[in-house]
Nanobody, 125 residues
Framework: QVQLVESGGGLVQAGGSLRLSCAAS????????LGWFRQAPGKVREFVVA????????YYADDVKGRFTISRDNAKNTMYLQMNSLKPEDTAVYYC??????????????????WGQGTQVTVSS
């Protein structure tokens, strides 16, 4: 059974940084794509960033390019999201998600099979 556990959320001032972690367990992820999605109050869940576990190819939403960086530690089966230059509009619950990799709908939340419980990120102005 795949389990994803996020950590690292919190309250930060605009311009600050946070690093989120997603500890993955239950199988090997070499054929998977893992991603971060976020959901703000009253809004739909949106794609933030994703990484193909094997090979490390990454995908970023336009509004986080240059500010957020995704990475993974194969030995620890852990994915990270380094968030810099945070803005109030980044405030949301951030979710870690995973699915077997396919180029079809690779960045669509509905295509992901496994989800973490979410971690709150709040950016004050």
């Amino acid at each position: 059974q795949v389990q994803l556990v996020e950590s690292g959320g919190g309250l930060v001032q605009a311009g600050g940084s946070l690093r989120l972690s997603c500890a993955a367990s239950g199988r090997t992820f070499s054929s998977y794509i893992l991603g971060w999605f976020r959901q703000a109050p009253g809004k739909v869940r949106e794609f933030v960033v994703a990484i193909i576990w094997s090979g490390g190819r990454t995908y970023y939403a336009d509004d986080v390019k240059g500010r957020f960086t995704i990475s993974r530690d194969n030995a620890k089966n852990t994915m990270y999201l380094q968030m810099n230059s945070l803005k109030p509009e980044d405030t949301a619950v951030y979710y870690c998600a995973a699915r077997p990799y396919s180029s079809t709908d690779a960045l669509k939340s509905y295509a992901y099979n496994y989800w973490g419980q979410g971690t709150q990120v709040t950016v004050s102005s």
